[in-house]
């Protein structure tokens, strides 16, 4: 069992930075590949990005490329997400989630999520 818990959310204007952790717990060395998903009011949740665990390959949905960067540090077993240019578009309650890279389920555990509010 792998527990997420984000952080870093709060209130910022269009233009502004803001930088997001998770920070992973219990089996976290069956972690295989983390991502960020996003959910705003009256939408459905969105991937935004994802990161391998071992290596460092990334995906970015092509909203948020070239503004957002995902990292990770094993050691501290914490996955990042560092939001540039941020947009009233990106207000949403964003997601941390793991895979374990077993069976048919693509994400199987997820954080309580952090919301994330850009003001124009």
């Known amino acids: 069992q792998v527990q997420l818990v984000e952080s870093g959310g709060g209130l910022v204007q269009a233009g502004g930075s803001l930088r997001l952790s998770c920070a992973a717990s219990?089996?976290?060395?069956?972690?295989?590949?983390a991502g960020w998903f996003r959910q705003a009011p009256g939408k459905e949740r969105e991937f935004v990005a994802a990161?391998?665990?071992?290596?460092?390959?990334?995906y970015y949905a092509d909203s948020v490329k070239g503004r957002f960067t995902i990292s990770r540090d094993n050691a501290k077993n914490t996955v990042y997400l560092q939001m540039n240019s941020l947009k009233p578009e990106d207000t949403a309650i964003y997601y941390c989630a793991a895979d374990n890279g077993l069976g048919a389920q693509e994400y199987d555990y997820w954080g309580q999520g952090t919301q994330v509010t850009v003001s124009s």
């Open positions: 219990g089996r976290t060395f069956s972690i295989y590949r």
């Open positions: 990161v391998s665990w071992r290596g460092s390959n990334t």
